[in-house]
């Protein structure tokens, strides 16, 4: 498709046909991404980390991602480009939820994304009701480190019920797709099985349809080496370690720039 639409990504679920979803926070990596193919670009809340520096998604606010937001849709064309609905942008109100939507929206977002399950079922029918496509965020969900008890596996032992019971009511509520975060192997099968609306994980295995990594992550410009459900398909950190390096040196050595980098009169 020259534009990825939510509707393609039914229909590749229908196909069975899986995808890859990064996240993108600035025009020049989501260019590199959108030639190589991938479909769905997150500009997520996790720019709090990988873009500024917070320890947790829990500070990032709305004008601190739409700018990003603008770069990544300005850059693109085909990728379907979700933006995160950042802690504090919709958990007062259902006009606060469609407010802050209708933010993204204009600033280039194709679709939002709200963590939370069945309890924030309300807000996902409010924003889909105002006309913009929601992807939903079940599992383990960041901004609610605080209540979860920290950063852990989402569904073991009596809480599995209640992840596809999220799931369900997420998918009710009309959202287009939604995110699987850090569930157990059984309790990802379960939430297959339970909803028809394609299903994207993290850290919770193979049985999903689709999957999604923070770019930085995925191509080894982090060096967190905390979560195994991470892989890492290049190593960025070194190689751009080592070219600063590199270009540090030549300036100091005086070999870069030479005269070939100059102008004539
Ligand atoms: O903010 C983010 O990057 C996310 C994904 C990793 C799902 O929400
Ligand atoms: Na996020």
Avoid: C
């Avoid at 020049?28 to 991938?38: D, K, Q, W």
């Avoid at 320890?55 to 300005?74: H, K, N, Q």
């Avoid at 009511?169 to 099985?193: K, N, Y």
């Avoid at 300036?251 to 070939?260: A, H, K, L, N, R």
């Amino acid at each position: 498709p020259r534009q990825v639409r939510t509707l393609h990504l039914q229909r590749w679920k229908a196909e069975g046909r899986r995808w890859a979803m990064l996240t993108a926070y600035d025009a020049m990596t989501a260019r590199v991404l959108e030639e190589a193919g991938i479909p769905v670009l997150l500009v997520g809340d996790s720019a709090a980390g990988v873009v500024y520096g917070y320890d947790t998604s829990i500070p990032v606010t709305m004008e601190e991602l739409l700018p990003l937001v603008g770069a990544v849709a300005r850059a693109t064309h085909r990728p379907l480009v979700v933006a995160d609905l950042p802690f504090g942008s919709f958990e007062s109100s259902d006009a606060q939820a469609v407010d802050s939507a209708v933010r993204l929206m204009k600033a280039g977002a194709n679709a939002v994304k709200l963590e939370g399950g069945a309890r924030r079922a309300g807000r996902v029918e409010a924003i889909v009701t105002a006309g913009i496509p929601v992807m939903g965020h079940i599992g383990f969900t960041a901004q609610a480190e605080h209540a979860i008890g920290g950063y852990r596996v989402a569904g073991r032992g009596e809480a599995a019920d209640q992840v596809v019971e999220d799931a369900r009511a997420i998918a009710a509520a009309g959202a287009f797709s939604m995110v699987v975060e850090m569930v157990t192997l059984p309790v990802a099968r379960r939430v297959q099985d339970a909803v028809d609306i394609p299903t994207i994980g993290i850290g919770s295995g193979p049985d999903l349809d689709a999957q999604v990594l923070v770019w930085q992550d995925m191509a080894g410009l982090n060096d967190d080496r905390r979560y195994r459900f991470v892989k890492r398909y290049a190593d960025l950190r070194e190689q751009l370690r080592g070219a600063a390096e590199a270009y540090a040196a030549d300036v100091e050595s005086g070999v870069f720039p030479g005269p070939e980098h100059a102008f004539d009169a």
